[in-house]
């Protein structure tokens, strides 16, 4: 089992994103960014502050229903604090979809005052969707078109192109391909990303990726562990130097042993149990789990 390498991932087609983004924000009123709610720190683009500049921003903490309830609220009271409006969505199961609409009116109520006063009555709201890969941004746009407008599927970099999808007479949206960023400075982002899928799997080795997630789950989510997998937390070794994740190890031969992941000679089937284990959180089986808190 090999350990992790800086996630270093920047193909071409994201920095053609990144151009078209910037040349198209002169089009939009708006920008929406849109994170997974169980990393909302690693989730966001940090480039994006720049790329969107002074234009008014709106966040969706998307995947709430997979995400820790009482976190997800800190993580709002935190943007809150910040001037920026935050809104946990789910877009598997529309939750708070709606409330989309009411915080964009709150978010845009000066400029449509001023387009009102020019004379600009019904003048749509154009909006530009943005976030990286898989948190969601397809199923999110087809929750408010309430048709499959945009292609989806769970895997990073489906969306190629910009693409406009009107809502309604009062609401524009512009989408964009996820964007991710040219370099992960710091090793735990990228593989926090990789955890939920927003990576590519053969960036970093699974089996790594998988101790590393459930020595995450044994220290802030024991009981989702012991209820899911049936094992017991007692007498995990400490991690070592050279892997680094040696309570996740155990942790991942046990798991393979209860499920029964052997292969000839009676050997535990590590690789499988790791995407199981992978698998299993992505799809939210082991239970509302966040792996960021707010600062």
């Known amino acids: 089992m090999s ?4 996630v270093q991932w920047f193909p071409g087609h994201m920095a053609k994103t990144r ?12 920008v929406v ?10 989730s966001r683009n940090p480039e994006m502050d720049r790329l969107v500049g002074a234009k008014p921003r709106l966040l969706l903490l998307n995947k709430a229903d997979s995400a820790d309830e009482t976190i997800t609220s800190q993580w709002v009271d935190y943007y809150k604090r910040k ?21 964009l009116k709150e ?6 005052a001023v387009w009102e006063q020019k004379g600009m009555h019904g003048r749509p709201i154009r909006m ?43 609401t524009e949206l512009l989408d964009m391909p996820g964007v991710l960023w040219p370099k992960f400075e710091d090793k735990t982002v990228g593989e926090r990303l990789a955890f939920t899928g927003a990576v590519k799997d053969d960036i970093l080795d699974s089996e790594y990726l998988a101790c590393r997630l459930l020595e995450l789950l044994c220290a802030d989510y024991p009981g989702a562990l012991t209820e899911r997998y049936g094992i017991s937390l007692d007498e995990l070794p400490e991690n070592d130097e050279m892997s680094g994740c040696a309570a996740g190890f155990e942790l991942l ?25 992978l698998d299993e959180f992505r799809g939210g089986k082991l239970g509302r789990i966040s792996l960021e808190r707010p600062k």
């Open 19 to 30: 151009r078209i983004m910037q040349s198209n924000l002169k089009l939009v009123d708006a």
């Open 253 to 277: 031969e046990r798991i393979g042993r209860k499920r029964g992941f052997l292969v000839s000679g009676g050997e535990i089937n590590t690789e499988r149990a790791a995407a199981a284990v």
């Open 107 to 112: 978010l845009m109520a000066e400029q449509v």
């Open 128 to 170: 530009m969707i943005v976030g990286i890969p898989n948190v969601g941004k397809s199923s999110f746009i087809n929750r408010l078109a309430g048709s499959k407008r945009a292609k989806v599927e769970d895997r990073p970099g489906v969306t190629r192109g910009k693409q406009w999808v009107t809502l309604d007479d009062s």
């Open 33 to 42: 960014e849109i994170t997974d709610a169980r990393i909302p720190y690693s």
């Open 83 to 103: 001037g920026i409006i935050a809104v946990p969505t789910d877009c598997r199961s529309g939750k708070n979809i709606s409330r989309f609409k009411t915080a």
């Open 3 to 6: 350990g992790a390498a800086n």
